[in-house]
């Protein structure tokens, strides 16, 4: 997962500061994996506080053996939960999610928790891909584990603002036609 997925997260970190740079004191990653987002969020913004939430002890772990030396400083805080647990982070300026999405089985109840830790004019930042754009076995086997695929950037508009989301802005990585993954950002209303 680390390698897969390594080029997607320089990315998508690289959009998210672009957009709010110099905004975020307090960052959470929901899913942190095995911590390369995490990595590149802490080259990124340097004088952040950040948390890596992953339900996975095992991804905790690799987390946490990749970004040692922050997690030794207390800059980086690693937490078993979910988006249910970051009430006890809050008020918090950015949450990063990626390619998490598909396993909010309630996706509107999830990005109303999110919504709900976030500063007033606090951003949410989703990595994704649709599912035409899915692997074969992806879009085959997601469903069958109960899990929600996304057919149009226009799915996830809706329930990013029905949550309180504004401002969105989408972005592909690579074309149109083949990309390699997606961002949606917003910010949350006041």
């Not at 970190?13 to 995490?38: N, T, W």
């Not at 506080?49 to 905790?60: A, C, H, Q």
């Not at 999830?110 to 599912?131: C, S």
Request: proline residues 7%; hydrophobic residues 40%; glycine residues 10%.
């Amino acid at each position: 997962m680390a390698r897969s997925n390594a080029d997607f997260n320089k990315w998508f970190v690289a959009q998210i500061k672009s957009e709010c740079d110099g905004e975020v004191g307090r960052i959470v990653e929901l899913g942190s994996g095995p911590g390369v987002g995490l990595e590149e969020t802490l080259e990124a913004f340097p004088s952040a506080r950040v948390w890596g939430v992953d339900p996975s002890s095992e991804m905790l772990a690799q987390s946490r053996r990749r970004n040692l030396d922050h997690a030794r400083s207390g800059k980086l805080t690693l937490i078993s939960g979910d988006p249910e647990s970051l009430q006890a982070l809050a008020p918090i300026d950015l949450v990063l999610a990626s390619h998490v999405l598909y396993f909010w089985h309630q996706p509107a109840l999830e990005l109303t928790r999110i919504r709900d830790a976030l500063r007033p004019g606090g951003w949410l930042a989703l990595g994704y891909q649709l599912r035409p754009n899915m692997p074969p076995v992806s879009q085959k086997n997601f469903p069958r584990e109960g899990h929600l695929l996304y057919e149009s950037d226009d799915h996830l508009s809706v329930l990013l603002s029905a949550a309180g989301f504004k401002n969105l802005k989408f972005v592909v990585k690579g074309p149109s036609d083949a990309p390699e993954g997606r961002l949606a950002i917003g910010r949350r209303g006041e």
